[in-house]
């Protein structure tokens, strides 16, 4: 929409259910974590044969994670970021957890994250995401990026489990470890402290998904970062926005002035490579870039 002849471009999911007072909410619950799972705008529920089918959805995604926690089932597909700026430095890797089931199929992590917070056994997400990017950033030497919640952060089983694999596998200056911008930093003090000890540990941190949102610039300017990623409401269209050029050629200029790099994400077309590429950012990721695969499948390439 407009405001004050600028064009704002906002993006948001909703969940509406018709039922009973004491099952409203819950249903409302599901109706948006539907909208989630299919990336549309609204979903909306009217009878509760459709809320029922989604509960069970959600109990079949519950016991296909306990599953594959059970046999290993557990991968990371990696999604390259390439510099765009200095072609001399080395290409890196996302790791983005997936379900690998015994006929092969592959399931997205939209399909069961959720599931695990609601049941408490992200932290095993956690752990094997890591063991599974330490693992290829040993082997292979090349640089692996893993996502850290803040829900990692503040358990302290997690955190133990964290440090300790990283005494079990060297080259740690090959990983980064990407904070999630969108989640609340209810405890700073936490964060910052985490982020000084990976530094110590020889990692790198990069704050993820900046700009989406209510983004606080306090986190630039106070955590320890080597990197931060512009949000993909950010990129999409910023060959055609002129105010999400502008926001980005800002905190580009800011990150640069603090020396921390920035990665473009969502870089979905050549268009917007030039663009980021004009405005200076550093490493760019995306479908335009590269899918994510299986390690190997990249490396030969």
Request: glycine share 4%; net charge negative; aromatic share 8%.
């Given at each position: 929409f407009s405001?004050?002849?600028?064009?704002?471009n906002?993006?948001m999911?909703?969940?509406i259910?018709?039922?009973?007072?004491k099952k409203?909410?819950a249903?409302a619950d599901m109706?948006?974590k539907?909208a989630?799972?299919?990336?549309i705008h609204?979903s909306i529920f009217?009878?509760e044969?459709e809320?029922e089918?989604?509960h069970q959805?959600?109990?079949?995604?519950?016991?296909n994670?306990?599953?594959?926690?059970d046999?290993?089932?557990?991968?990371s597909?990696f999604?390259?970021?390439?510099?765009i700026?200095?072609?001399s430095k080395?290409?890196?890797y996302?790791s983005?957890v997936?379900?690998?089931?015994d006929?092969?199929?592959?399931i997205q992590p939209i399909?069961?994250?959720?599931?695990a917070?609601?049941n408490r056994?992200?932290d095993?997400i956690?752990k094997a995401?890591?063991?599974?990017?330490?693992?290829v950033a040993?082997?292979h030497?090349?640089p692996c990026?893993?996502n850290i919640s803040f829900?990692?952060?503040?358990?302290?089983l997690?955190m133990?489990m964290?440090?300790?694999?990283?005494?079990?596998?060297?080259h740690?200056?090959l990983?980064?470890i990407?904070?999630l911008?969108?989640?609340?930093?209810?405890?700073y003090?936490a964060?910052?402290?985490f982020?000084?000890?990976?530094?110590?540990?020889g990692?790198?941190?990069?704050?993820?998904?900046f700009?989406s949102?209510?983004?606080?610039?306090t986190?630039i300017?106070?955590l320890p970062?080597?990197?931060?990623?512009?949000d993909?409401?950010?990129?999409?269209n910023?060959?055609?926005?002129?105010n999400?050029?502008l926001?980005?050629?800002?905190?580009?200029?800011?990150a640069?002035?603090?020396?921390?790099?920035?990665?473009a994400?969502?870089?979905?077309?050549?268009?917007?490579l030039?663009v980021?590429?004009?405005?200076?950012?550093?490493?760019a990721q995306g479908?335009?870039i590269?899918?994510p695969e299986?390690?190997e499948?990249?490396?030969?390439a």
């Amino acid at each position: 929409f407009s405001y004050r002849g600028d064009k704002l471009n906002l993006m948001m999911s909703s969940g509406i259910a018709f039922s009973g007072r004491k099952k409203m909410l819950a249903y409302a619950d599901m109706a948006l974590k539907n909208a989630k799972k299919r990336n549309i705008h609204l979903s909306i529920f009217e009878h509760e044969k459709e809320l029922e089918k989604l509960h069970q959805e959600d109990i079949d995604s519950h016991q296909n994670l306990i599953n594959a926690l059970d046999n290993d089932n557990i991968i990371s597909y990696f999604q390259p970021i390439v510099p765009i700026k200095d072609l001399s430095k080395p290409i890196k890797y996302e790791s983005l957890v997936r379900i690998e089931q015994d006929n092969g199929n592959i399931i997205q992590p939209i399909n069961f994250l959720d599931v695990a917070r609601t049941n408490r056994i992200y932290d095993k997400i956690t752990k094997a995401v890591l063991i599974n990017t330490l693992a290829v950033a040993s082997k292979h030497l090349i640089p692996c990026s893993l996502n850290i919640s803040f829900s990692d952060i503040e358990n302290e089983l997690t955190m133990q489990m964290f440090f300790t694999t990283l005494e079990k596998y060297k080259h740690n200056d090959l990983i980064t470890i990407e904070l999630l911008e969108t989640e609340d930093f209810t405890n700073y003090e936490a964060v910052y402290n985490f982020c000084v000890k990976v530094h110590n540990h020889g990692l790198k941190i990069a704050l993820d998904d900046f700009g989406s949102g209510y983004s606080n610039f306090t986190h630039i300017l106070n955590l320890p970062l080597d990197y931060i990623k512009i949000d993909a409401s950010l990129i999409s269209n910023i060959d055609k926005d002129k105010n999400s050029r502008l926001m980005v050629e800002t905190i580009v200029e800011l990150a640069h002035k603090l020396d921390v790099e920035t990665i473009a994400e969502f870089v979905s077309s050549q268009e917007i490579l030039n663009v980021i590429k004009e405005i200076g950012i550093d490493y760019a990721q995306g479908f335009h870039i590269g899918k994510p695969e299986r390690i190997e499948n990249l490396l030969s390439a």
